[in-house]
Structure formats: C-alpha cells, structure tokens
C-alpha cells in the first residue's frame, strides 16, 4: 500500500483539513509531519466544525490512529486544550500518539518570536506569532528539548531551567520582559507529565504499520510557497512543508510515496507579509474576502485574495511530484461575472491572465460531474491542462460530502 500525502500547493490555508477528512476514510494512520499551531485545519461535519491546530485532520474517525511525527514543534499548552476540546465534543484522543523527537515550544519561543518580529520593523514577515521560527532555530542550534526529554522528570525540570534563563537573556537583551523561570518550570513539569504517556518511537511504529500494509496518510500544513527553502523566502515558515519534508518529518522514506495530492484553492490567498503578484487589492478582493470568509483559523487575520496563479502551481507540481490536485473552494466564484487564472508573466513579470466567463449559478449544493455548469467545468478543465496533472477532487463547499469527484 503506497503511502499518501497531502501538500498545500499555495500559500496556506488551501482546504488541506477538509481534503484529509475525506481521504482518511480509506486510511489507517494520519500523520502530521511539520509545522505546529501556527497551522488552523478546519474540518465541517454536518453542523459541527472543528479548527484543528496540532491535533491531525483524521481524529474525526474512530479507526484513524493520529501521529504528531517528528518533524512537528508542539506547544503542550495548545495541544491539550486541543485535546480537551476534542473530548469535550465526544471525539476520542486515547490512540493519539507523538514523536519522541518531536521538538517542544516554550514561552521563551514565543516572547522571542514577537521580539523579533518587532525587530524587523517594515519588514516584518507577519508571523503567527506561535514562536515557531525560534523552535525550529533551537532544532538547528542543538539546543531544543524534545518530546523524549519529559520522560525522566528530574533532568526535564533541570533542562527548562537552564533554558529558559539562557533564553531570557537574549529576551531582555532585546527589550523584553524576563520570563518567571521557576513559574516556568513549575508549568512544564505538569505539561511534561501528561504528555509522557503520549510519547513514542513514532518512526519505529510507522515503519511496523507499513510491514502490516496499513494505509498511511500524511498531513502537510502551510505550504509550497512557505516553505522554508522553495517559498518566497524571507516571507515563508521555518520547515519544510513540500513533500521531501513528509519524508524527514515522518522517518518514511521517498520510495514509499505513491500518491501525492496537491491542494490548491480557485483562487489564491495569503495571510502575512510577501509578495503576492496576482492579488486583488479593490472590490473584487473584498469580495473573495466576503464570499470565501478569508479570515485566519488561528490568528483571526484577514487573508489576502487574489487571482489563481497556474505559474505558481506547475512549480509547485516540480517540487512536489504532484500526482494529483484537488480544487477547493470552486463555490466561492459563483457569483464573479468572469474568472482570471494567470498562466504566464510578461517580460516584466506582470501576470498575464486568461479570461473566463462567470457560470452565476450556485453549486454549493453540486456533488457530480454532470451538476457543475459548463462554465464552472470549462474553469476546471483550463487549469488541468495548464498545471498538466490530473484533477481529483473539486471542492464545492466547506462541509465534508461537498465535493465532486472530477476524474
Ligand atoms: P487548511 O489550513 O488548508 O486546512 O485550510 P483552512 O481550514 O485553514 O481554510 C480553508 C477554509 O475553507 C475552511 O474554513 C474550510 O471549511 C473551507 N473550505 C474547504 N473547502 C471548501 C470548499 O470547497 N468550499 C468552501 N466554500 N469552503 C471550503
Ligand atoms: P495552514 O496549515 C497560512 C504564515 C504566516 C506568516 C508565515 C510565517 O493552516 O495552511 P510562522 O508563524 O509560521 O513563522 O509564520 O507563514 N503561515 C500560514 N499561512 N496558513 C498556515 O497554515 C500558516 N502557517 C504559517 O502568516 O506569513
Ligand atoms: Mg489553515
């Protein structure tokens, strides 16, 4: 059984929860393979939503073992209110599982996270705020504690604290306010504790499941273009969320990776600093703004909107080896009187776009082929063609059965 994985073909926020959800009925295992709670993963069933940030877009299902693979920073207190949630609405957590090398975020992180950004002034990259950026550099300085650590108790205590005063010196060097260090330590040291029954050699598991051919899924957050090599850097994530990162972020190797689904909206967002050439900054972005609820799962900010670029998507096709994508959001168009995709630049790297009538009709409520109208199919069809893999799945509203399966 070939092992799947899920990759944001833009900018974030693609639709990759509810493309997961979908996919993990015919799977055993979601796996989460970087990122942390910077990620807002909104999964719609029937009335209930569920904003996932750390959780895996699978826990919805009862046969789904959920994995935090090692290439995932987690924030304790995040994750628990996650899972307390989770519980409170009847959704189990018991066969949740997280890497032994997963790295931790402390608040050390976040205060820095803030500092820096407040650094950069005009150039700030619009972070989410999460202290994911300093995680990932104390991942890459050698310093960060993983997950493994909470398991002797003593020596975690002992590591919080050196830490967190070795960190607040860099704080205050900085202008900040010191953090309460035995407050700290008081903290994780109970966070520690609830999460040791969690912990697990997670590569080891996952390689066990494969013998078993179990069907694994694995869930990208963020996206191509935030990512920390092949995005529009400085303006990206600090990991790799194309999908050679779901290989070092789970211990799976590239040969097991048979489908690769590439999810990309009908149209483009972005939240934070960067560039962004197909964007709409008059009425026609308000209006995707509006119509697609363009508002951040986790920091509430309003996204910015704009055209579908294919350029960006045939890269990403490379980096990625895209087997297939999935098209969301198609719904959010109904009512455009005519639809732009951009499938080149001009010499001076403006967006050259193709013209497209508007179909007016309201397909939210489309789950075949033969519903869509011929305009909506002809969109559909351009974009196949320009991005050259096929099309799987087209999104036609945010709840779980809205979708239609296109080839
Ligand atoms: P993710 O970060 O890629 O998982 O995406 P988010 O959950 O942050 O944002 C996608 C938003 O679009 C969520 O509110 C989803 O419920 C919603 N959504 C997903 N697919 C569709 C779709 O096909 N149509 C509409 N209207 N909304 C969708
Ligand atoms: P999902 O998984 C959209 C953006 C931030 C900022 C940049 C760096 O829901 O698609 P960070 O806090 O990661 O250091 O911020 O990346 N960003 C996202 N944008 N969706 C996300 O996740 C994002 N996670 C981070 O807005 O521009
Ligand atoms: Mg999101």
Redesign the pocket.
């Known amino acids: 059984m070939p092992v799947t994985g899920v990759v ?1 073909a833009q900018w ?9 959800d979908l996919l993990a009925a015919e799977h055993t295992h979601v796996v989460r393979y970087q990122g942390g709670h910077n ?6 069933v029937g009335t209930e ?1 569920y ?1 996932l940030q750390l959780v895996p ?1 699978g826990v919805l299902y009862p046969h789904i073992i959920p994995v935090i693979g090692n290439g995932v920073v987690v924030d304790l207190p995040t994750w628990f209110k996650e899972i307390d949630t989770l519980e409170s609405r009847d959704i189990s957590c018991a066969k949740l599982k997280v890497s032994s090398q997963c790295h931790l975020i402390f608040p050390w992180h976040q205060a820095l996270d803030a500092l820096y950004e407040q650094g950069r002034g005009d150039d700030r990259i619009g972070t989410t705020l999460k202290g994911i950026g300093p995680a990932y550099a104390d991942k890459a300085r050698r310093v960060g504690l993983r997950a493994a650590e909470v398991l002797n108790a003593t020596a975690f205590k002992n590591a919080v604290r050196v830490q967190a005063v070795a960190h607040n010196s860099e704080i205050v060097a900085l202008g900040g306010e010191p953090l309460d260090v035995e407050a700290v330590v008081a903290q994780f040291a109970e966070l520690g504790a609830r999460l040791a029954p969690y912990v697990v050699d997670t590569v080891e598991m996952l390689h066990e499941s494969l013998d078993r051919d179990d069907a694994l899924l694995l869930e990208g ?1 963020q ?1 191509t273009f935030l990512d920390l090599d092949h995005g529009t850097y400085p303006f990206v994530t600090s990991s790799n969320p194309t999908a050679g990162g779901a290989c070092v972020g789970t211990g799976i190797g590239p040969r097991y990776l048979g489908r690769i689904v590439g ?1 990309t ?1 009908a149209y483009t967002t972005r939240v934070g600093s960067g560039p962004f050439p197909t964007e709409l900054t008059d009425a026609l972005g308000d209006k995707l703004v509006e ?3 363009e508002f ?3 920091t509430g900010r309003r996204r910015r909107c704009g055209w579908l670029d294919v350029v960006m998507l045939r890269k990403a096709v490379r980096i990625n080896s895209f087997t297939e994508l999935a098209l ?5 168009l109904d009512t455009f009187d005519e639809v732009k995709v951009c499938t080149e630049y001009d010499i001076d790297g403006q967006p050259v776009y193709a013209v497209l009538p508007g179909w007016l009709t309201d397909i ?1 409520k489309v789950t075949t082929l033969e519903g869509l109208p011929q305009n909506a199919k002809a969109l559909v069809d351009l974009v196949e063609r320009e991005v050259g893999v096929p099309i799987r799945i ?6 779980r059965d ?2 239609v399966n296109w080839s």
Do not use: F
């Open positions: 944001g974030g926020d693609e639709g990759k929860a509810k493309v997961i990620a807002g993963h909104t999964v719609v939503r904003a877009s957050a996206a999810i909206k119509i697609g609820r951040g799962t986790v969301t959001k198609l719904d959010v939210s087209v999104g036609t509203g945010p709840e809205s979708y």
